[in-house]
């Protein structure tokens, strides 16, 4: 989850030179139903009816980012009963209310009500049955759908500076997730909009280069425990897990790698300087015995034998 995060995160950061904004430009209700178990086919007809609701009306989030205000349903019976049908069936009627608003805090911003009929094999079928009937363009419902926004509105103008407050005291104590979470709620309707999309940037920068910075100690250490060339190698290849590297922390990185490149010049330089001592000396030491060969030599021949070749008369 968290890479999920961090990657969207490098997402939000490279799209900072658009023009195009990286927050949520509107409003946005997350349908949502709590599950008794009791109904399961009736609860998923009714979450889609919900969901096609917050499309239809432009207020579905496109981004994966859920919103503290949501659209929601309560279904009372007012009747049920079974058809002298063959199979028989469930017949219920059911007043269904639909309730907007601050999900987290449990405000209500309005409701829209209305009466459902539906029959099936059973009481999960009859409901879901009943909920397939749901207009997703009622009247009614443009209407409560309309009045959550005026009061959504309404609480971000009142809400956005500790909205934004929050968010920055999140990403301080190393919160990105929810600090991210809590600017991308913020559409363009509050005064703080463009506060709050300069500050999850900077939050988002402030991230990558806490998590860069970990690299580069990391390949400082592999460097510090083998200043060779395998060292450097591994240690250039931690440093490329780097992503999105603000200026300074890049040039931390190069500093580095100029420093393992200059210390392998002179490892390199002293050991072909050795070499070339060697090699001097291995000559020297040569030469020398030459030398030397060559006084035994000439001493040997300055007491070559006389011939008296004369005497024998060869």
């Excluded at 759908?145 to 309404?154: G, L, N, T, V």
């Excluded at 900077?202 to 998590?211: G, I, N, P, R």
Aim: proline residues 4%; contains cysteine.
């Amino acid at each position: 989850m968290k890479k999920i995060i961090f990657t969207l995160a490098l997402a939000l950061v490279a799209m900072a030179s658009s023009a195009q904004s990286v927050l949520s430009s509107k409003i946005i209700l997350t349908p949502y139903i709590e599950h008794d178990g009791v109904t399961p086919t009736a609860d998923k007809v009714l979450l889609d009816k919900l969901n096609r609701i917050v499309s239809n009306h432009g207020v579905a989030a496109n981004s994966g980012v859920q919103s503290p205000f949501i659209i929601t349903a309560n279904a009372i019976e007012l009747k049920k009963e079974t058809t002298a049908t063959a199979p028989p069936q469930t017949a219920v009627e059911l007043s269904l209310t639909l309730y907007i608003g601050n999900g987290e805090e449990g405000v209500v911003f309005s409701t829209c009500n209305m009466t459902l009929r539906g029959v099936g094999s059973g009481p999960d079928k009859a409901y879901a049955s009943a909920f397939k009937r749901i207009n997703v363009n009622d009247p009614d419902i443009n209407r409560a759908i309309a009045e959550a926004e005026k009061r959504i509105a309404s609480y971000y103008e009142q809400q956005g500076p500790s909205i934004i407050n929050k968010a920055r005291a999140l990403g301080q104590a190393g919160n990105y997730a929810e600090a991210y979470a809590t600017l991308l709620r913020i559409p363009s309707v509050c005064p703080q909009y463009d506060e709050a999309q300069q500050l999850l940037l900077t939050l988002v920068q402030q991230e990558c280069d806490a998590a860069n910075t970990k690299i580069i100690t990391e390949a400082r250490g592999a460097w510090s425990a083998n200043p060779t060339e395998a060292g450097a190698a591994e240690a250039s290849a931690i440093l490329s897990r780097m992503e999105n590297a603000s200026p300074s922390v890049k040039a931390e990185a190069d500093a580095l790698l100029a420093e393992m490149a200059s210390r392998i010049q002179s490892v390199a330089d002293a050991e072909r300087k050795a070499e070339q001592q060697r090699q001097a000396n291995a000559h020297a030491e040569e030469m020398a015995a030459i030398e030397s060969a060559t006084k035994i030599a000439v001493a040997k021949a300055k007491n070559q034998p006389t011939y008296h070749y004369h005497i024998h008369w060869w």
